[in-house]
């Protein structure tokens, strides 16, 4: 196992004391879409997945995880690429779930799904999550989660909500658009590890941690 | 590079706010304790975080187990690392804590996380949040001799636990002791742990080290001197360290070769390792002058 999985999983067991109230967020979104199979999954991804990605910072803040990071035998950048990792297991899960989820609902309604949809929703709301995520990290990074918490994961929903009335998007993307919407959300992630790599020096510092030098590999 | 020592500060220069580190020099061959004494402020979790590479020092150098800090990353499997505050997450069990570290580290011992959390009586059921000040202590010193370290950097661990954990305490590390490679730098204001387990001793205030050597070298190189309120305001050429008067007496700490200077007007006495922290803690006049014994 790598250094970054070691840290996906860190991240896993630093959010699963508080899986109930984050369960409690998707329930009440999969109830309230339950008639909108077509938005379920977008839903999920934008109102639970790209909080529940952040999470582990705003635990970090609380309990000082900076300090267990410093004192692991972990180099930085494995910490910061192990985040992100976390962030793609949370959107998978979320997908793998919400899509057969909205399929059932779908069926049960009668709506028709094609394949061509199904692929439109989960690379739309892949692109929306790697936007979410690319935003939040280095600003949680840079700056912690306690100062920039609310606006750096209402940034990325309002952006979104904004593009998709502005441009109404109520287009149907043929293959070569959703293969470029899907490439570009992992572009997007790629730029936003190296500007994360890039602030990293200039976080906010602990008491313990307070200038940290750099660790060699 | 000297592989015999467990570290080695040389004309370190570092600076935290308006707090400076200045030309601190110290080192501890392997296979020994040393206890770090200074009062509050002194600088001595500056000096560790500058150790453990989590401060950036200005000017000279530190070695760590044969490698200079920045240290590669792997030698964090041989520190084992105990700081004066809890770093996990409240909401963990203690089995948990295990599940979460044990990953990182090559040579994590379970059965001995469990052996020590039973030592120690702490329940492994309970969450971290929970326990009290001297059991989170206990706790991250569990986790710091459960993956074998060779190093044991402490920053006071022990003034959250009770008498009766602090000599538990010293038994385990007594034990950690027992393989010649082991170290351990041992930061306290509690001064009786270390009269009992401290090999070494370095003394630091305001940023500089007042002095370094084993522990007898440090205890002889100083005298409490006694004498009447007036005995000592005459004295020119001798630093009298942490000089206090009372309206019937005054005290000071001096160097044991200026003791004789003063005469045999005072009452000259050998120190304890809580008299010398004391006066040269103290904000009275008269400044120590580093002694640094080979």
């Not at chain 1, 994961?153 to 109404?168: D, K, Q």
């Not at chain 1, 990293?200 to 030098?213: C, E, N, V």
């Not at chain 2, 160097?255 to 009275?284: K, M, Y």
């Amino acid at each position: 196992m790598t250094d970054s999985a070691r840290v996906a999983l860190l991240d896993v067991r630093t959010v699963a004391p508080y899986r109930r109230q984050l369960l409690l967020t998707p329930l009440l979104v999969m109830a309230i879409m339950v008639n909108r199979p077509e938005v379920l999954v977008p839903g999920l991804i934008l109102l639970c997945a790209s909080n529940t990605a952040g999470y582990p910072f705003m635990v970090s803040d609380r309990a000082d995880l900076e300090t267990l990071y410093a004192v692991l035998p972990l180099t930085r950048r494995s910490l910061l690429l192990g985040h992100y990792l976390w962030a793609l297991a949370i959107f998978t899960a979320t997908a793998g779930i919400g899509t057969p989820a909205a399929l059932i609902l779908a069926r049960w309604q009668h709506i028709s799904f094609s394949g061509h949809t199904v692929a439109t929703i989960v690379s739309l709301s892949w692109a929306a999550f790697a936007l979410a995520v690319a935003i939040q990290f280095p600003l949680f990074v840079r700056f912690g989660y306690t100062r920039v918490g609310m606006l750096a994961t209402t940034l990325p929903i309002t952006l979104v909500a904004l593009a998709a009335t502005r441009l109404h998007l109520h287009f149907t993307p043929d293959t070569t658009v959703i293969a470029l919407v899907a490439a570009g959300g992992a572009a997007l992630l790629m730029a936003s590890v190296a500007v994360t790599t890039a602030v990293d020096p200039h976080r906010p510092r602990t008491a313990a941690t307070a200038p940290a030098a750099a660790a060699t590999t | 590079m000297d592989p015999e020592h467990a570290f080695a500060f040389r004309g370190v220069h570092a600076t935290v706010g308006r707090f400076r580190l200045r030309d601190v020099s110290f080192s501890l061959p392997q296979g020994y304790v040393m206890g770090f004494v200074g009062a509050n402020g002194a600088g001595k979790t500056t000096s560790i975080r500058c150790l453990l590479g989590m401060q950036r020092i200005d000017r000279g150098e530190i070695e760590v187990l044969g490698h200079r800090v920045p240290t590669p990353v792997a030698l964090r499997q041989d520190v084992g690392v105990v700081l004066d505050h809890s770093y996990l997450v409240g909401e963990w069990r203690l089995t948990e804590v295990e599940r979460a570290v044990e990953p990182f580290y090559d040579r994590w011992d379970t059965a001995r996380y469990h052996d020590l959390l039973a030592d120690f009586g702490l329940d492994p059921r309970a969450r971290v949040k929970d326990l009290s000040r001297g059991m989170a202590v206990k706790l991250m010193i569990t986790i710091a001799l459960s993956h074998r370290a060779r190093l044991l950097v402490f920053d006071e661990p022990t003034s959250g636990l009770d008498p009766v954990a602090r000599d538990e305490l010293s038994a385990i590390l007594g034990d950690f002791l027992t393989d010649e490679r082991h170290s351990i730098l041992f930061s306290t204001h509690i001064t009786s742990d270390l009269e009992r387990i401290g090999d070494y001793l370095t003394l630091v205030h305001d940023g500089r080290i007042v002095a370094t050597g084993t522990k007898d070298e440090v205890l002889d190189g100083y005298r409490i001197v006694r004498g009447g309120p007036d005995d000592f305001a005459d004295v020119v050429g001798v630093p009298l360290i942490g000089l206090r008067r009372t309206g019937v007496a005054a005290e000071a700490l001096v160097a044991t070769e200026d003791a004789g200077l003063l005469g045999d007007r005072v009452v000259i006495e050998r120190p304890s390792l809580e008299e010398i922290a004391v006066h040269i803690g103290s904000p009275a006049p008269g400044r120590a002058r580093a002694k640094e014994y080979s």
